[in-house]
């Protein structure tokens, strides 16, 4: 019977692609179904790439494993149940905050002990928790579970029935020292992907989700307001825009994507935007935007999880993406196929820098079972012919 603490060989392996050359190294391959956490949270511990937590069911249930790169092992670090790989973040000084139904626990990774933080009230189900750098504050929102009848088993099937229920939704705040909880904002819309700044603890990013039906995504709360709160529109969305997946760079601008249709014209854009909206750098990409996207620690490169490099480029969504930003424009480079089917999230490759802007850490479920990857963003081309 597998418990915490089991050691299990990761069985790595490493190629170079054969259409960029770079050298990429597959961290999991056993069979089972792997994932790194959700590109929201750094999965790394310390400054380097030898350390990381993943998430796996080769242990019968879901569980989150230590991964040691020089020791091709891992570790098992919390029991097994039926989770999803999104529900933890990770402080990098080596705490796991993770969601075990509808209980928020911490695991320290070095004595692997758990307690519990917090709990989410019946009849809400939570999701997508995020730290601050320091690991001082967790924050996330917990939703009003209901049925849907648009299942189908295909991905996003209920997003727009879900949406227009209009589900009563509260952003949670809770301290990670003192167990303090602090309910910060709260509406009937479908509140997602709460991000906490990285250093500013009180000031939270969250959306509206429900895909393209949405007509304003992007929102921030300052728990610091006592008297009068409310949530404040951030990059204000106009008729035929449509925003998705923001994330906080290091520096704590907001990082996110924009389509705009206008005049039969579809355009896709990367975008930067101060928290308190006074500053806004957007740049044109020369094809379909490139899925998820997330900057090195000074923002001078994105990856994505897309390649598109033109507006017919019909196979951008197999290749992983090295972006620059300059005079208005992205510039796309291939960095590596990536051969994903999309079918399920956790497929998606969700790409992060590590620490050391070295690797780009994804997920593919390329052969069938999803395996965590990373590649060398500085070998690019050093394998070709």
Not at 226 to 237: K, N, S, T
Request: net charge negative; aromatic share 10%; with cysteine.
């Amino acid at each position: 019977m597998v418990a915490v603490g089991d050691v299990f060989d990761a069985q790595m392996d490493e190629h170079r692609d054969p259409d960029t050359g770079a050298l990429v190294r597959r961290l999991t391959g056993d069979g089972s179904g792997n994932a790194h956490l959700y590109f929201t949270s750094t999965s790394f511990i310390g400054d380097g790439a030898d350390r990381l937590v993943i998430s796996s069911d080769r242990a019968g249930g879901r569980a989150f494993f230590l991964l040691e790169v020089p020791e091709r092992r891992l570790v098992q670090v919390t029991e097994t149940q039926a989770r999803s790989f999104s529900q933890a973040c990770l402080d990098p000084a080596g705490r796991l905050f993770h969601l075990q139904d509808r209980t928020l626990k911490v695991t320290d990774l070095r004595a692997m002990q758990s307690e519990d933080l917090y709990r989410v009230p019946d009849g809400f189900r939570p999701a997508l928790p995020t730290c601050t750098a320091d690991g001082r504050y967790v924050a996330f929102a917990y939703c009003q579970e209901s049925a849907q009848s648009t299942e189908t088993g295909v991905i996003y099937a209920t997003m727009a029935e879900r949406y227009y229920q209009h589900p009563a939704c509260v952003v949670m705040r809770i301290d990670t020292e003192s167990g303090a909880a602090e309910a910060v904002w709260g509406e009937r819309e479908w509140i997602s992907h709460v991000c906490i700044h990285p250093t500013r603890a009180d000031l939270i990013l969250f959306c509206h989700e429900g895909g393209s039906h949405v007509a304003q995504r992007m929102w921030t709360v300052d728990t610091s307001v006592r008297r009068g709160r409310q949530a404040r529109p951030l990059f204000r969305q106009h008729f035929g825009e449509s925003c998705c997946h923001e994330y906080f760079t290091r520096q704590g601008d907001v990082g996110f994507q924009c389509i705009v249709e206008s005049e039969g014209e579809t355009l896709h854009f990367n975008c930067f935007v101060r928290p308190d909206g006074t500053w806004l750098r957007q740049f044109l990409l020369p094809g379909q935007r490139p899925g998820h996207i997330q900057s090195n620690s000074d923002n001078t490169l994105v990856v994505g999880d897309r390649a598109h490099l033109s507006p017919d480029d019909a196979e951008g969504g197999a290749f992983m993406s090295i972006i620059r930003h300059a005079n208005g424009r992205g510039e796309v480079t291939r960095l590596c196929r990536h051969g994903t089917s999309w079918q399920t999230q956790m497929s998606h490759p969700h790409p992060i820098f590590s620490p050391d802007d070295r690797w780009a850490l994804f997920t593919s479920d390329a052969g069938g079972a999803c395996n965590v990857y990373m590649a060398d963003v500085t070998s690019l081309g050093e394998g070709r012919p």
